[in-house]
């Protein structure tokens, strides 16, 4: 099988990681993946923000179950009181996927981005978990303060993150994939 293929196959989100920095070589060659991702009228309408600092992910959390905490949504009140919640899964490592909001389509061109990482990851043997909760941390100007601290670009909503690190435990199998998800028409 090619081997794009089987990469793609075999990647899954990791959620339990090892307690050990990834190399920069390979946090580089993830970088490089995403920036080759393709979008938008070429906008390239992302921007990246590195996190690999214990008390700023640390922050990042509390940041983020104080916001969830205030949400109308049960779901993320109850992640607000779990102690044992944590955005980034204890990943050394969170990529924050930032699209300028003046852009053709800053989510699609973000989430290309997003998947050339994860799949990055994966051929380099790290783990990694895509994170879908900026649009409710950073959603309707929330926490600026948090957004200045982190450097993100004036003009630019973080909208996904990814916990990359060494996985903890071997990949789970595919899940049996659902049916009746293609049309084709000839």
Not at 21 to 38: F, R, S, T
Request: glycine letters at 6%; proline letters at 4%; hydrophobic letters at 40%.
């Amino acid at each position: 099988m090619n081997e794009i293929l089987q990469v793609i196959k075999e990647r899954r989100s990791i959620r339990v990681f090892k307690d050990e920095q990834i190399k920069d070589e390979e946090l580089n060659e993830v970088l490089q993946a995403g920036l080759y991702a393709p979008s938008a009228m070429n906008q390239q309408s992302w921007h990246f923000t590195v996190i690999q600092n214990d008390t700023v992910l640390e922050n990042f959390t509390q940041t983020a179950k104080d916001t969830y905490a205030k949400s109308g949504n049960d779901q993320l009140k109850g992640m607000s009181n779990n102690y044992k919640y944590k955005v980034f899964y204890n990943a050394p490592t969170a990529i924050l996927i930032s699209g300028d909001i003046n852009a053709a389509n800053p989510q699609a061109d973000c989430a290309a981005a997003a998947e050339n990482i994860l799949l990055a990851a994966e051929t380099l043997g790290l783990g990694a978990c895509w994170i879908g909760s900026m649009p409710y941390i950073f959603g309707n100007g929330s926490n600026e303060a948090l957004k200045k601290e982190l450097e993100i670009p004036d003009g630019y909503n973080p909208i996904y993150s990814i916990a990359l690190g060494y996985a903890a435990s071997e990949n789970a199998h595919a899940p049996v994939l659902k049916a009746n998800k293609i049309n084709i028409i000839k």
